[in-house]
C-alpha cells in the first residue's frame, strides 16, 4: 500500500535552534518527492523537489535530504525564526511522464518555534 | 509572474444550501488545474483536477461537482451540501505534465 508517513507529529523548538522533520513512504514506483510549508490558513508552498537521483537539496536554511534504498527523507531546518511556524508536508509522486502524476500526502508535522 | 486566486477565504453554510468556490490562475495558459480538501489532522485529499476546458476527473466519490468553463478558471460546487464536506479546500495549478507546483490560500468551509 502506497503511504507517506511523517514524524513527528508535532515539535516545538526554542527560536535560533536546529531540527530534522522525518518523512518514510512505501510509495512505488518513486518519481520524486518535494516538501511544503503550510502556514496557519494558507495554501502548501514548496520547499524542495527531489528526484531518485537527488541526496540533498538546500533552499535558505532548508536543507532536504533523499535516500531511495530505505525510502526516507528528512528536512533539517537551521537556526529556526518564529517565522518557521507552521506544519511541513511531505509528498511523494508517482509521476513518470505521465499527465497528471500520482501524488501521496503525509499529514505533515505541526513546527512551533518559540522565541 | 503566476499567481493564483481563491475566494471566498471562509464560509459558513447551512446543510443543505448550494455552493460554488472558484479559482482563477494569473499569468500562465494551459494550466493544469487540481482541487484538494483538507480535513483537521489529515493530509491533503485530491478530488478533481482537469487538464483543459471541460476536461474534469474526478479521484473520490462524493457530494462535490467541478467545472472549467474558461483555460484559467476552476470552480467547485455542490448542489446541496453535507455536514461532512466541511473543510479547507485547495486549488492549485501547475504546467501540463508536472505536479502540482503552486496552491492557493484556500477556502475554509464550515457547514452548519
Known amino acids: 500500500k502506497n503511504q507517506v508517513e511523517q514524524s513527528p507529529q508535532s515539535l516545538i523548538i526554542l527560536e535560533g535552534k536546529n531540527c530534522t522533520l522525518q518523512?518514510?513512504?512505501?510509495?512505488?514506483?518513486?518519481?520524486?518527492l518535494r516538501w511544503y510549508k503550510q502556514d496557519t490558513g494558507r495554501g502548501p508552498v514548496s520547499l524542495t523537489i527531489?528526484?531518485?537521483?537527488?541526496n540533498t537539496k538546500s533552499n535558505g536554511r532548508y536543507t532536504a535530504t533523499l535516500d531511495a534504498d530505505t525510502k526516507q527523507s528528512s528536512l533539517h531546518i537551521t537556526a529556526s525564526q518564529l517565522s518557521d511556524s507552521a506544519s511541513y508536508i511531505c509528498v511523494v509522486s508517482t509521476d513518470r511522464g505521465s499527465t497528471l502524476g500520482r501524488l501521496y500526502f503525509g499529514r505533515g508535522t505541526q513546527l512551533t518555534v518559540w522565541p | 509572474s503566476q499567481t493564483i486566486h481563491q475566494w471566498p477565504a471562509t464560509l459558513v453554510q447551512p446543510v443543505g444550501s448550494p455552493l460554488s468556490l472558484e479559482c482563477t490562475v494569473e499569468?500562465?495558459?494551459?494550466?493544469?488545474l487540481y482541487w484538494y480538501r483538507q480535513a483537521a489532522g489529515r493530509g491533503l485529499q485530491l478530488l478533481f483536477y482537469s487538464v483543459g476546458i471541460g476536461q474534469i476527473s474526478s479521484e473520490v466519490p462524493q457530494n462535490l461537482s467541478a467545472s472549467r468553463p474558461q483555460d484559467r478558471q476552476f470552480i467547485l460546487s455542490s448542489k446541496k451540501l453535507l455536514l461532512s464536506d466541511s473543510g479547507f479546500y485547495l486549488c492549485?495549478?501547475?504546467?501540463?505534465?508536472?505536479?502540482?507546483?503552486?496552491f492557493g490560500d484556500g477556502t475554509r468551509l464550515s457547514i452548519l
Open positions: 492549485a495549478w501547475s504546467v501540463r505534465g508536472t505536479q502540482p507546483q503552486h
Open positions: 499569468g500562465t495558459s494551459n494550466p493544469n
Open positions: 527531489m528526484t531518485f537521483s537527488e
Open positions: 518523512c518514510n513512504y512505501t510509495v512505488s514506483p518513486f518519481s520524486n
